[in-house]
Antibody, heavy 121, light 110 residues
Framework: QVQLVQSGAEVKKPGSSVKVSCKAS????????ISWVRQAPGQGLEWMGG????????NYAQKFQGRVTITTDESTSTAYMELSSLRSEDTAVYYC??????????????WGQGTLVTVSS | QSALTQPASVSGSPGQSITISCTGT?????????VSWYQQHPGKAPKLMIY???NRPSGVSNRFSGSKSGNTASLTISGLQAEDEADYYC??????????FGGGTKLTVL
């Protein structure tokens, strides 16, 4: 059974960075693409970017270019999302999600449980 | 890129059918058959209901169906049940090799 388990909630100061992890189990980690999707309180879903572990290449939504970095550690089957220069508008639940096609971000069949990141002074 | 356009809310009575639209452009919805639909209950992670415009993952009820015409995709739920009450989001692959979500539609079962 595939599982994506994310790290716990974070409280950060404006201007700082946050790094959220997503540990995969039950599948072949390098065979699937991983994306990060966020959801601000009461708002919709927003794709931030994704990575294809076997290639190590990431692609980001224009909105987050220069501020987000997505990486993977194949030795631990873990994906990471680091967001810098945090502001209050970044307060959201951050999800990792798996694309089974392995080649891009076409659909997400498994999701992590979500990590709440709160940005507050 | 702007989010795909969905109605903010739809409603229907048990047993009825409803349709949620998702409008994009020729650079996303109209250009690729990579439209997906997700169901999200409050406080839960989204669940994949339809992928590649009209395919249902294993375990998803056949009351859920998807289609596309031009730049607009649609999700139809037939035989509405109380448990279908949730938020629904469409998504589409784009010509920029990114993914766009719709703004979401709140389904109320009356």
């Amino acid at each position: 059974q595939v599982q994506l388990v994310q790290s716990g909630a974070e409280v950060k100061k404006p201007g700082s960075s946050v790094k959220v992890s997503c540990k995969a189990s039950g599948g072949t980690f390098s065979s699937y693409a991983i994306s990060w999707v966020r959801q601000a309180p009461g708002q919709g879903l927003e794709w931030m970017g994704g990575i294809i572990p076997i290639f190590g290449t990431a692609n980001y939504a224009q909105k987050f270019q220069g501020r987000v970095t997505i990486t993977t550690d194949e030795s631990t089957s873990t994906a990471y999302m680091e967001l810098s220069s945090l502001r209050s508008e970044d307060t959201a639940v951050y999800y990792c999600a798996r694309d089974p096609t392995g080649s891009s971000w076409l659909r997400f069949d498994y999701w992590g449980q979500g990590t709440l990141v709160t940005v507050s002074s | 890129q702007s989010a795909l356009t969905q109605p903010a809310s739809v409603s229907g009575s048990p047993g009825q059918s409803i349709t949620i639209s998702c409008t994009g452009t020729s650079s996303d919805v109209g250009g690729y058959n990579y439209v997906s639909w997700y169901q999200q209950h409050p406080g839960k992670a989204p669940k994949l209901m339809i992928y590649d415009v009209s395919n249902r993952p294993s375990g998803v009820s056949n009351r859920f169906s998807g289609s596309k015409s031009g730049n607009t995709a649609s999700l139809t739920i037939s035989g509405l049940q109380a448990e279908d009450e949730a938020d629904y989001y469409c998504s589409s692959y784009t010509s920029s090799s990114t993914l766009l979500f719709g703004g979401g539609t709140k389904l109320t079962v009356l």
